[in-house]
């Protein structure tokens, strides 16, 4: 069972930056993949970022769509168990609402995707980009 708590959404012009922030509480194993996911009023949810350990245990594999390529980076630290989401360049099109989601299985290019892959998901937080 994981729980997951976002932070750091906000309101910000176009061309600025935020962070946000998901503390995962797990009671068995670390998640396998985490990702952050967004839904904009009338969209569908789509896949942001997610990122995973690679086998072995050096390193990580990062996937991002490619709207957000060369602007947003993410990263996790397993210490503090908090999952990370650096936005930068902002545009009034990235204004959504942004959930972290958490999957017990590895996730890969074809799958990170997916909204159904991940079994646990926060409350999500508001990002608003204006012009």
């Known amino acids: 069972q994981v729980q997951l708590v976002e932070s750091g959404g906000g309101s910000v012009q176009a061309g600025g930056s935020l962070r946000l922030s998901c503390a995962a509480s797990?009671?068995?194993?670390?998640?396998?993949?985490m990702a952050w996911f967004r839904q904009a009023p009338g969209k569908e949810r789509e896949g942001v970022a997610a990122?995973?350990?690679?086998?072995?245990?050096?390193?990580?594999?990062?996937y991002y769509v490619d709207s957000v390529k060369g602007r947003f980076t993410i990263s996790q630290d397993n210490t503090k168990n908090t999952l990370y989401l650096q936005m930068a360049s902002l545009k009034p099109e990235d204004t959504a609402i942004y959930y972290c989601?958490?999957?017990?299985?590895?996730?890969?290019?074809?799958?990170?995707?997916?909204?159904?892959?991940?079994?646990?998901w926060g409350q999500g937080t508001q990002v608003t980009v204006s012009s």
């Open positions: 990122i995973r350990e690679k086998l072995g245990g050096i390193g990580d594999i990062i």
């Open positions: 989601a958490a999957a017990d299985d590895l996730c890969y290019y074809d799958t990170w995707s997916i909204g159904a892959k991940y079994s646990y």
């Open positions: 797990t009671y068995t194993d670390t998640p396998a993949c």
